[in-house]
């Protein structure tokens, strides 16, 4: 019997409210719609204080550990970011500087960022596809970006972004197609 997918998802925000958490909860609901999947949310910003105090992953407090964990383990992995100055924030680059050297070799990411303005879209393609490809993970084609003009109240209200965030899950969920459709026999 076919286990169903382990979905991990980081926000990599540390601000409350978060259009970069919207856009991940909006991807994984779509992903949720897709795939047979236990999903799992890590939100940066409730682990950037101890993640930041440690200079080494043994120094990690076990619930940070227990996060990195997580993502090494993931089946796909959503990775959301907040472009700061240009590219992506301190924290999350520290995050994945702890993350196992091999453990997310083979893994397929599905990339998205937030943005003031459409100017930093290309940090999809200049920023976070060569740190996945360094760590040797599968960065999917169809990366998400929404700037700021995307949301309201912190909520997307732009239909060309939910139409890209359909696009992008559709994709993903194809890499998966044959388990989905035996996970839905043996159900």
Avoid: C
Wanted: hydrophobic content about 45%.
């Amino acid at each position: 019997m076919s286990t169903p997918l382990n979905v991990v998802a980081l926000s990599g925000g540390t601000g409350r409210p978060s259009r970069t958490l919207a856009l991940t909860e909006s991807i994984l609901a779509e992903l949720g719609n897709l795939l047979p999947a236990r999903t799992h949310l890590i939100e940066l910003g409730d682990i950037a204080r101890p993640l930041g105090a440690a200079l080494w992953r043994s120094e990690l407090p076990a619930e940070v550990e227990q996060q990195l964990q997580r993502i090494e383990s993931a089946d796909l992995l959503v990775v959301t970011s907040p472009v700061y100055r240009g590219s992506f924030p301190g924290h999350f680059k520290h995050l994945f500087d702890l993350i196992g050297q091999d453990a997310l070799v083979d893994t397929p990411v599905l990339l998205a960022a937030t943005g003031g303005s459409e100017r930093h879209a290309l940090v999809l393609d200049h920023q976070l596809r060569p740190l996945f490809s360094f760590l040797q993970a599968l960065t999917l084609p169809i990366g998400v970006y929404a700037s700021q003009g995307d949301f309201l109240d912190y909520r997307i209200h732009s239909e060309a972004l939910n139409t890209r965030i359909r696009l992008a899950a559709e994709r993903a969920a194809a890499l998966f197609a044959d388990s989905a459709r035996a996970l839905r026999k043996t159900a």
